[in-house]
């Protein structure tokens, strides 16, 4: 069964540098998400995109965070000026159509922020 | 407001017993989905279940039973005779048709199964 892969597993930054987690989602499916979960929290919606654009974006996705397609094939989450806080694990979801599909999660990029 | 509530923080059973995971939720969407995710301490998102708000049917898969219930707006998770294995957090989830497909998570809840 096709998956979405999310990499790298793990991402160990310092305070105040630049991150971009990478997603490659289902290759027919046009909706993309990113959740955050800080730990032992829940998962919490960051933002969605559709037609190359965001669709949707919660509170917590200020300007520090953008979101990118840039090839058509991966989907990038880039996180400017880390912060201790932005340490969570990263997942990425991608959807087939509009309503007609569950979300596809990948298995999570953890990001520690030192 | 919480659009998806696991009220129970925490459950500790001894294997073999019957756990159930309530799961409450609320929307105004007359169209909407409800999951279940499987959480384990590894850390990804492992599908359990997708129950679409037009069908009320009661699912069994294994030791899994899922109760939809739109009177009470709950879709609890059942696991009969609990294993180890089955240790994890449980998180619920709703998805709504005019949101995108966004995803609304419950705060988990975590299973505790001992031997």
């Known amino acids: 069964e096709p998956e979405v892969t999310q990499t790298p597993s793990h991402q160990v930054t310092q305070m105040g540098q630049e991150v971009i987690l990478r997603c490659v989602p289902i290759?027919?499916?046009?909706?993309f998400y990113w959740y955050r979960q800080i730990l032992g929290q829940k998962v919490e919606f960051l933002v969605s995109?559709?037609?190359?654009?965001?669709?949707?974006k919660s509170e917590i996705f200020d300007d520090q965070f953008s979101v990118e397609r840039p090839d058509g094939s991966n989907f990038t989450l880039k996180i400017r000026s880390t912060k201790l806080e932005d340490s969570a694990m990263y997942f990425c979801?991608?959807?087939?159509?509009?309503?007609?599909?569950?979300?596809?999660f990948g298995d999570g990029t953890r990001l520690s922020i030192l | 407001a919480q659009k998806v509530t696991q009220a129970q923080t925490e459950i500790s059973v001894v294997e073999k017993e019957d756990v159930t995971l309530d799961c409450v939720y609320e929307t105004r969407d007359t169209t909407y989905y409800l999951f279940w995710y499987k959480q384990p301490p590894s850390g990804e998102l492992v599908f359990l279940i997708r129950r679409n708000s037009f069908d009320e049917q009661n699912e069994i898969s294994g030791r899994y039973s899922w109760n939809f219930q739109k009177s009470t707006s709950s879709f609890n998770f059942t696991i009969t005779a609990s294993q180890v294995v089955d240790s994890a957090v449980y998180f619920c989830?709703?998805?709504?048709?005019?949101?995108?497909?966004?995803?609304?998570f419950g705060s988990g809840t975590k299973l505790n199964v001992k031997p």
């Open positions: 979801a991608s959807a087939g159509g509009f309503f007609n599909q569950p979300q596809h």
């Open positions: 290759s027919n499916h046009l909706y």
């Open positions: 989830a709703l998805s709504e048709l005019y949101n995108f497909n966004k995803f609304y």
């Open positions: 995109f559709y037609n190359n654009e965001i669709s949707e």
